[in-house]
């Protein structure tokens, strides 16, 4: 297993376009989170999957943010009519329950 | 909700010498405290945890102490190298399987050679 996988590294998009991330956690790890980071700050937490579950939601996350889990595995994060404020690294992150977090590189989304 | 504090936002240290990061926290329900280092263009790494039944911890080079009814945690690097020159956050949570992790927002270490 090569940890926590994101794709793409880079996007950039236009201003009202929509985008897609995808992330494939570490295959044993039931518990899937995804964080935004833009510059100078620490991560913050957008959404949580146990399983296929989506089990709680920040109020950072729009109605134009959706994601999904469907098979408890990978995790998909869209955002529809991009603005530039959405411009940032999105992180994802899998855990089981005694153990900490495993972070991947992240998508660094750049919104023109 | 929680919030975490972390001072300084830079500190720069000669190799060799040691580095000191600390972080409040607010919430008294946290009990987990992981740091995290984060390269350029990297995710961030878990390096260090401790949980609130234990005040100390060590892993070679780094250790980590926590002063619960201080409600402050700090990271101590000893003999620092060139390669420890990173970005370094702090976190709290309920458990360690927890919803999320709250940050600090961050301290550039920077080791001089």
């Known amino acids: 297993d090569t940890g926590v996988s994101q794709n793409p590294r880079h996007k950039i998009t236009k201003r009202g376009q929509n985008v897609t991330f995808r992330c494939d956690p570490i295959s044993e790890h039931n518990r899937l989170y995804w964080y935004r980071q833009t510059l100078g700050q620490g991560p913050e937490f957008l959404t949580y999957?146990?399983?296929?579950?989506?089990?709680?939601k920040s109020r950072l996350l729009s109605d134009r943010f959706s994601a999904e889990r469907p098979k408890g595995s990978f995790s998909t994060l869209e955002i529809q009519r991009t603005e530039q404020g959405d411009s940032a690294m999105y992180l994802c992150?899998?855990?089981?329950?005694?153990?900490?977090?495993?972070f991947g590189s992240g998508t660094r989304l750049t919104v023109v | 909700g929680e919030n975490v504090e972390q001072h300084p936002s830079t500190l720069s240290v000669q190799e060799g010498d040691s580095a000191v990061i600390k972080c409040t926290y607010s919430?008294?329900?946290?009990?987990?405290f992981p740091w995290y280092k984060q390269e350029l263009g990297k995710g961030p790494q878990l390096i260090i945890d401790i949980r609130s039944n234990v005040g100390e911890k060590k892993d070679q080079r780094i250790a980590v102490t926590l002063n619960k009814t201080a409600k402050h945690f700090s990271l101590h690097i000893t003999e620092t190298q060139p390669e420890d020159s990173a970005v370094y956050f702090c976190?709290?949570?309920?458990?360690?399987?927890?919803?999320?992790?709250?940050f600090g927002t961050g301290t550039r270490l920077t080791v001089i050679p």
């Open positions: 976190a709290a949570s309920i458990s360690t399987g927890a919803n999320n992790l709250f």
């Open positions: 992150a899998s855990s089981t329950y005694n153990y900490g977090y495993t």
């Open positions: 999957f146990q399983n296929e579950a989506q089990l709680e």
């Open positions: 919430d008294s329900a946290s009990n987990y």
